[in-house]
Every structure is written in C-alpha cells, then in structure tokens.
C-alpha cells in the first residue's frame, strides 16, 4: 500500500537530492556533458554580491515571519479555544487563508498592496496614516512579503488548537485552587505542554520558509525594488533556468540546506531537546 508513496518520494525527492548534490561540484549548462570544477562552484557564488544579499534577505524573513506566524497561531488558538458564538466561523476564516493556492494567494496581495486602488492604503489613508509604496519602496517591499505571510497560519493554529484541547482541564482547577492567576496557569501548565507542538511548528516554518518566499518574490517584485526581496529560492531559480549555471544553482540549494541544518540544530540547542521533558 505504501509502496506508490515511496516511489513517489524517491523519483521526485530523494533522486533530484542527490543530483542537485553531484551537479554542485560540477560546470553544467543543460546543454553539454557536466564537467567536474570540484569546489569552484562554492568558493564562486560566496564572492558574489547578489548570493550575499540574497542570504541576507532570506534571513531576515526566516527570523520575522517563523516567530510571527508561531506567535499568531498561538495566540488564535489561545484566543479561539472555548465555547462562544461563532467560534467554528472565526476557526474557518482563520484557516481559509493557508487553503488558498500559492499564485492566487500572491495575486490577492498584489491586489491588497497596490498603491492606487488597494484597500490597504484606502484604509490607512481614511485612518489619517501614511500611505507606504508597500512592494515599490525597497524599505518595505521585505516587510510586505513578511506580513502577507503571517496570514498563512492555518495549520499551526489547527495543530495548537488539538494540543490545548488535549491539556487535561484538571491542570488548571488544581492551579487555580492554589491561587494561580492566567499568566502562571500559560507559563507552567499549558507552554510546557504544548513545546512539543511549538518546536515542531517551528522546525515545519523553517523548512517550509524557502517554498513560502519564492512565489510572492517572483510574481510581485521579481525580487525588487532594488533586490530587496532577492531570496535564496529565487536566485537559484534565475540562475537555474534564466543563465543556465546548473552547477552555480546547485551550490546555492547545497548551502541553503546546510544553512537550514545549523538553524534546526541551533533550535534543538535553544529548546534542549524537542520540547519534550520527562517532569513535565
């Protein structure tokens, strides 16, 4: 039964890895034989000005949107754990966002950010606010990308919601007979509880962080206003497919991996663990 998945998972997972691993060590156009550069390919896109801002860039949205998104989705399902009028509607509206494809989702904010006919700048402008160039200003353009994606929190909000519904109710009667206010109730009882479901998220966001960032990069800016929005998926995709450097594309995917292997690892360090404790 399994046996279709698995195959699937080889053909377009685990081959092209290993592919994209051999071709990083290589000179390769698509259009004749590769040819063996060893480690050129890596000593070259580090001298480059475009991969330096790129890592960059993909940083700073690694380190604004995962705590973000971790952060909403905690909050929602905080907010949204109870009984109260119109909580499956509010639930479904906050899950819509992250059912939406990935292209239409970016053309809706297009939409949302456009500086003349936008309802963003409509409202902010009847609110006596500034009216920010959101995708045109290389100040904000980064920012724009970041928040547009703090609105795709519907799978963490689903899996913190089955975590706090899973937290026995006695925890917080046997808190509360012992004079534990709210705060103390979240920081003892439910935050342990739910670290597990917190570092998986947040190692899902970090992995996911590089798939999330391409498309609005590439339908909204391509990856302007003066490379401000140049992430890691979206260089390797031009130098792909737009200058035919195989070899140089493979490298950056390498170093993008590795890279996500240092922050999963610095997680697991920070956390001790994966949030599981045998006192708690």
Same mark, same amino acid.
């Given at each position: 039964?399994?046996?279709?998945?698995?195959?699937?998972?080889?053909?377009?997972?685990?081959?092209?890895?290993?592919?994209?691993?051999?071709?990083?060590?290589?000179?390769?156009?698509?259009?004749?034989?590769?040819?063996?550069?060893?480690?050129?390919?890596?000593?070259?896109?580090?001298?480059?000005?475009?991969?330096? &801002?790129?890592?960059?860039?993909?940083?700073?949205?690694?380190?604004?949107?995962?705590?973000?998104?971790?952060?909403?989705?905690?909050?929602?399902?905080?907010?949204?754990?109870?009984?109260?009028?119109?909580?499956?509607?509010?639930?479904?509206?906050?899950?819509?966002?992250?059912? &939406?494809?990935?292209?239409?989702?970016?053309? &809706?904010?297009?939409?949302?950010?456009?500086?003349?006919?936008?309802?963003?700048?409509?409202?902010? !402008?009847?609110?006596?606010?500034?009216?920010?160039?959101?995708?045109?200003?290389?100040?904000?353009?980064?920012?724009?990308?970041?928040?547009?994606?703090? +609105?795709?929190?519907?799978?963490?909000?689903?899996?913190?919601?089955?975590?706090?519904?899973?937290?026995?109710?006695?925890?917080?009667?046997?808190?509360?007979?012992?004079?534990?206010?709210?705060?103390?109730? +979240?920081?003892?009882?439910?935050?342990?509880?739910?670290?597990?479901?917190?570092?998986?998220?947040?190692?899902?966001?970090? &992995?996911?962080?590089?798939?999330?960032?391409?498309?609005?990069?590439?339908?909204?800016?391509?990856?302007?206003?003066?490379?401000?929005?140049?992430?890691?998926?979206?260089?390797? +995709?031009?130098?792909?497919?737009?200058?035919?450097? +195989?070899?140089?594309?493979?490298?950056?995917?390498?170093?993008?991996?590795?890279?996500?292997?240092?922050?999963?690892?610095?997680?697991?360090?920070?956390? !001790?663990?994966?949030?599981?404790?045998?006192?708690?």
């Amino acid at each position: 039964m399994l046996l279709p998945f698995f195959v699937g998972a080889v053909l377009l997972v685990v081959l092209p890895m290993f592919l994209t691993v051999g071709l990083a060590f290589t000179d390769y156009d698509a259009l004749s034989l590769p040819s063996w550069r060893g480690v050129q390919n890596f000593v070259d896109i580090m001298r480059r000005d475009l991969f330096q &801002i790129a890592v960059r860039n993909s940083l700073i949205y690694v380190g604004l949107a995962v705590p973000l998104r971790l952060l909403g989705a905690l909050a929602l399902a905080l907010f949204l754990n109870g009984r109260r009028r119109g909580l499956y509607l509010y639930r479904t509206a906050v899950y819509l966002p992250t059912v &939406i494809p990935t292209i239409a989702y970016a053309l &809706i904010w297009l939409w949302i950010y456009n500086p003349i006919y936008g309802p963003l700048n409509h409202l902010l !402008g009847a609110l006596g606010l500034p009216e920010p160039l959101w995708l045109v200003n290389s100040q904000t353009a980064l920012l724009s990308i970041v928040l547009m994606a703090t +609105f795709q929190i519907g799978e963490g909000f689903v899996i913190l919601l089955a975590g706090l519904q899973d937290v026995p109710h006695d925890y917080y009667d046997a808190a509360a007979v012992d004079g534990g206010g709210q705060w103390t109730m +979240f920081r003892h009882i439910t935050l342990p509880l739910l670290m597990p479901w917190l570092v998986l998220l947040t190692i899902r966001d970090l &992995i996911a962080s590089a798939q999330q960032s391409f498309a609005p990069a590439y339908l909204m800016t391509g990856g302007g206003p003066y490379y401000a929005t140049l992430f890691l998926p979206l260089l390797v +995709f031009e130098e792909a497919f737009d200058r035919f450097r +195989f070899g140089h594309a493979s490298a950056m995917m390498v170093v993008m991996f590795i890279g996500m292997g240092l922050l999963l690892y610095l997680l697991y360090r920070t956390v !001790g663990g994966w949030g599981y404790a045998d006192d708690v």
